[in-house]
């Protein structure tokens, strides 16, 4: 089976695009929007204009037939090359509208997806509200619970590491339904999509990634229209819309951690070609040119692994598996490209006038900061039929 990475011209002209967004409005205000620990309403609005915040999203809904994963991975990846913090933030439905796509009837689907298509707030955005630990979503450690109460469902429980947290509008809650019996632990999970942010406790301070705002949320007393309850009723059904939605996390995840990589290697390459010790630049000790070579290596190889699982995402076949495979490769790469670009900064990779360190916290973060966790050797066998 042969694939090609090949962008044609139009694909080419939208990631210049996003790549001199980056560079000229993301990057000077790096630090200040790490501060803020969220995004501006005017950076929100220039992401919609961009078109950014509707890349998950069919034509029918508001986005573009034209443009797929590897279409989604570039973008991202330019975006984090800017700011890893901005490319976690984006506004718009994010990985919450992979499940509608899958699960959700058409009319759910116009109902919750449109009005991101022309957003009346730059801000508006969904979220998955799905891990409460470390075990991730395996069924049976969800505790989270829904229960029937006429026309609505009653939620109960807490929610962690949800990115926006307490602010996103279209929470996407995966809880178990306290009235099933079902055999299989996964038809006794419900998807439901919230109406209006949930109520956060105190922001998660995470080492990283500030700009994302990750949060843990109470779920007690929120009432959910029947209607906005997507449709798995049908036995194995949540289980393939969860892994082709976790597939989703963890593609946009991988490559915002390659454009992490990237610009890390590219501020110390341009360090190490300034700076001089004992008479000459630091590119020429060979143990430091050693290093770059490595780095740039590393950092190429795994933007092509990135661009495989969005091939197979697109494809729907070994979705889950592939991006696990490029997530986990990006999470251990991009600490360890980010933590010798601070190598190579010697003393000054570890202060604030450098952003060397915060790409090392943010690549460290990422990797590890929202839950939604599968063991890898038991995705690597499971194909998707969506």
């Known amino acids: 089976m042969s694939f090609s990475f090949e962008a044609d011209e139009d694909l080419e002209a939208i990631v210049e695009a996003v790549r001199g967004f980056a560079a000229e409005q993301i990057r000077p205000q790096l630090r200040e929007l790490e501060e ?17 915040t509707t890349l998950p999203l069919p034509e029918a809904l508001g986005g573009s037939d034209d443009l797929d994963a590897r279409a989604e991975a570039l973008c991202v990846e330019e975006i984090a090359y800017g700011d890893v913090g901005v490319a976690a933030a984006i506004p718009g439905p994010g990985s919450a509208a992979v499940a509608i796509l899958a699960a959700g009837s058409e009319a759910q689907q116009r109902s919750l997806l449109v009005p991101f298509a022309e957003p009346s707030d ?3 955005c969904g979220t998955l509200a ?18 029937r109460d006429g026309d609505a469902w009653v939620l109960a429980g807490s929610k962690r590491y949800v990115l926006a947290g307490g602010r996103a509008q279209l929470p996407l809650v995966l809880a178990r339904d306290t009235s099933s019996k079902a055999a299989d632990p996964w038809d006794r999970l419900k998807l439901l999509a919230a109406d209006g942010p949930l109520a956060a406790e105190d922001p998660d301070r995470t080492m990283g990634v500030w700009t994302a705002d990750y949060a843990t949320v109470k779920l007690d007393g929120v009432r959910v229209p029947a209607a906005r309850v997507l449709d798995t009723a049908q036995p194995g059904t949540l289980r393939e819309v969860v892994e082709r939605t976790l597939a989703h996390v963890k593609l946009t995840q991988a490559a915002a951690l390659v454009g992490c990589a990237r610009a890390a290697c590219d501020y110390a390459f341009n360090y190490a070609t300034e700076r001089q010790a004992f008479g000459q630049y630091l590119y020429e000790f060979q143990a430091l040119a050693f290093m770059m070579a490595d780095m740039a290596t590393r950092t190429d190889g795994l933007r092509t692994l990135v661009w495989e699982a969005a091939w197979a995402f697109d494809r729907g076949e070994g979705a889950l598996a592939s991006a696990l495979r490029a997530h986990q490769q990006a999470a251990e790469l991009s600490v360890s490209i980010t933590s010798d670009a601070v190598q190579i900064l010697g003393g000054h990779g570890y202060l604030w006038d450098h952003p060397v360190e915060k790409w090392m916290r943010d690549a460290r973060t990422l990797s590890l900061v929202d839950g939604l966790t599968v063991p890898l050797d038991r995705a690597s066998t499971l194909t998707l039929s969506l």
């Open 36 to 52: 803020a620990r969220g995004l501006t309403a005017e950076l929100a609005e220039a992401l919609v204009e961009l078109g950014l």
């Open 122 to 124: 730059p801000l508006l």
């Open 130 to 147: 799905w891990a409460e630990g470390p075990c991730g979503v395996e069924p049976g450690a969800i505790e989270a619970t829904c229960t």
